[in-house]
């Protein structure tokens, strides 16, 4: 694990969110309500990059390809349910906005995280 300068605080207003890529891992951060988030930038089912084809409103968090909706807060999705964002530590050292992220390369991650997990309950709300 290794930490990684994002930005600086001022550039990520509260109901914001900024789109980067650090060593290959595609990341959205999010300010909710004064609190940063970071969570892995694709959408677990399609892969729809959540900051090009995303909006946020301050609370959720809609990937714009299929319209799959995620809590800001805990990165759980909301509809489907079932799928989860991958999150990675954040922290504010001096102004600046840094994410821990693994030492493994982005795309054996991403393998092992990005899961829909219909046997743990995951279905579409009607």
């Known amino acids: 694990m290794g930490w990684h300068k994002v930005c600086h605080i ?3 207003w509260e109901g914001e969110m900024l789109g980067c890529k650090i060593n290959g891992y595609e990341l959205v951060l ?3 309500k004064g609190e ?3 969570y892995y930038g694709l959408c ?3 892969l729809g990059r959540l900051t090009e084809e995303g909006i946020f409103d301050g609370e959720r968090l809609v990937c714009g390809v299929h319209l799959w909706e995620f809590d800001a807060c805990s ?5 489907p349910c079932g799928a989860e964002l991958p999150a990675f530590p954040v922290q504010v050292r ?3 906005v840094y994410v821990e992220l693994p030492d493994m390369p982005a795309r054996e991650w991403a393998l092992r995280n990005l899961r829909f997990d219909a046997a743990k ?4 709300d009607e």
Do not use: D, F, T
Request: net charge negative; no cysteine.
């Open 30 to 32: 999010l300010n909710v």
């Open 94 to 96: 001096e102004g600046e």
């Open 36 to 38: 940063l988030r970071a």
């Open 10 to 12: 001022e550039g990520l």
């Open 121 to 124: 309950g995951g279905s579409y």
């Open 75 to 79: 990165g759980k999705s909301i509809n």
């Open 44 to 46: 677990p089912h399609a």
